[in-house]
């Protein structure tokens, strides 16, 4: 399969030894070294105006055009440069110096309307939760020797945003606004142990900002928060590529947690505007994720893949400040799983097309989950394809629309018992969330480097 347009041919098959051969770069000229800068720079500063979740709970899974069009089946097998967030080892995925620029536009559709509740009187509907979102991402490799290669990613992992287009309504005294926005950069390496084995590792340096604001409820005493707090962590990331036969290629990959001290301000924005000191410990989730590829002729592959998210290890969260009450966000979360199917098909040596179908199980329970984050289980329906436009360039896109599963929220109030348990009037909100999305994603590869075939790795 030619797959996207700068991907290798398969390293078993016939005739791909030269690509396990040495190489030699040329030196880029003026003009291209000023745009590959331009364009690393660009992308971080777009990178830096995104934030959306889209994935379970609030990970986000628009990092590549190209595994957007099988609705994300076998991003895990390493054999294309965005498959580097899933698995350090596509850092070797193409020889030479490569890069690629993605970029995904997300459309929602997510409005609340409450049913009950302590502050019903106060609006049933809470219109549109979310907003447009373009979600950039970046990827570069560089061949050092016919067995090492750097590697370097640009993304936001975690993010998401609401703010209801409805102020007031009943859900406000509970959240208003939650914005939690991440950039992560990750340096990997590859190492080739055979033609047909490839492992690579790297480190996660992640900035991570959270800000959440609620209204005041109408009761004594209540003036409602707003807090802001950041900070930056570290992690790691690992990963494995085998090819057994050829036109059958197998990928693992691991993201490590990354622990977080978040510094910042807890706002008593509605008393007369004081601001205190406050902390809070938050460590995002690891993930592990496997992809499988396998020929079913010379043009068609099929390709799966599954990611589990250990969201089990978020549960309350206590934000600590000085002179003010402690506050609690309470996630309690269960793992997370995604199960994909894809195929792609060679239509022309230029053209490639693809179609996939997942399923999302979200971490979000019905009986935790509340205005802040309406999430729930999810079915991806995606279609997308692949052109050559020469030796040097190729693009992909890819469109998924998101079905999400009803989702009903209640939140107790402190006394009388559980909410899923009876339909009671002082609950602090019962309501429905009704969510579809809808992506465009599309992305540019270019070859910086001209390889040169020396003598085959030994």
């Known amino acids: 399969m030619s797959g996207a347009g700068l991907k290798e041919p398969p390293r ?14 040329r030196i880029l000229s003026r003009n291209e070294s000023r745009f590959c800068a331009a364009t690393a720079t660009l992308l971080g500063a777009s990178v830096a105006a995104m934030t959306a979740a889209h994935a379970g709970a ?68 809470s219109d549109q939760i979310s907003d447009v979102t373009v979600i950039p991402t970046s990827y570069y490799n560089y061949q050092l020797d016919d067995r090492w290669y750097l590697g370097l990613a640009m993304n936001s992992s975690f993010g998401f945003k609401t703010k209801p287009d409805n102020v007031p309504w ?108 406050a902390r809070a410990d938050l460590t995002l989730p690891d993930m592990v994720t496997v992809g499988f590829r396998q020929a079913l002729s010379p043009r068609l592959d099929l390709l799966l893949g599954y990611e589990w998210t250990n969201w089990s290890m978020l549960d309350t969260i206590p934000v600590r400040a000085q002179n003010s009450p402690t506050e609690f966000l309470r996630l309690e979360y269960d793992d997370g799983q995604f199960v994909s199917g894809g195929l792609e098909y060679d239509y022309t040596p230029a053209t490639t097309l693809r179609i996939g179908l997942a399923w999302e199980k979200s971490p979000i329970s019905d009986h935790e989950r509340n205005v802040l984050l309406p999430d729930a289980d999810r079915i991806w329906l995606s279609v997308g394809g692949s052109y050559r436009y020469s030796e040097k360039v190729s693009f ?52 910086w480097g001209v390889k040169q075939v020396l003598e085959p790795m030994k």
């Open 58 to 125: 609030f990970a986000v899974r628009e990092q590549s055009a190209y595994y957007q069009g099988m609705s994300f089946a076998g991003s895990g097998t390493g054999d294309t440069l965005s498959s580097m967030y899933w698995n350090s080892a596509a850092a070797a995925s193409v020889d030479g110096f490569n890069s690629e620029s993605d970029v995904a536009v997300v459309i929602p559709d997510s409005e609340i309307t409450a049913n009950g509740g302590a502050f019903r009187f106060l609006g049933r509907d």
């Open 170 to 277: 009943a859900g406000t005294p509970l959240a208003l606004t939650s914005d939690l926005f991440s950039v992560n950069v990750n340096p990997t390496i590859a190492y080739k142990l055979r033609p047909d084995l490839t492992v690579g590792v790297g480190v996660q340096v992640e900035y991570l900002d959270v800000r959440l604001t609620r209204l005041p409820a109408p009761v004594p005493g209540d003036i409602g928060r707003r807090a802001e707090l950041n900070d930056v962590g570290v992690g790691g990331t690992a990963g494995l590529n085998w090819t057994p036969l050829p036109g059958t290629s197998f990928g693992v990959g691991y993201r490590s947690q990354v622990d977080f001290e978040l510094d910042g301000f807890l706002h008593n924005a509605f008393n007369n505007g004081i601001d205190n000191h």
């Open 12 to 25: 078993s098959s016939p005739g791909a030894s030269a690509a396990h051969g040495g190489m030699k770069m």
């Open 396 to 447: 992909d896109i890819g469109y998924s629309h998101i079905f999400v599963d009803d989702a009903p929220i209640c939140r107790e109030a402190p006394v009388g018992g559980p909410c899923n348990t009876a339909t009671r009037l002082d609950d602090l909100i019962r309501a429905d969330a009704d969510t579809s999305i809808d992506i465009v994603s599309a992305s540019y590869t270019y070859r």
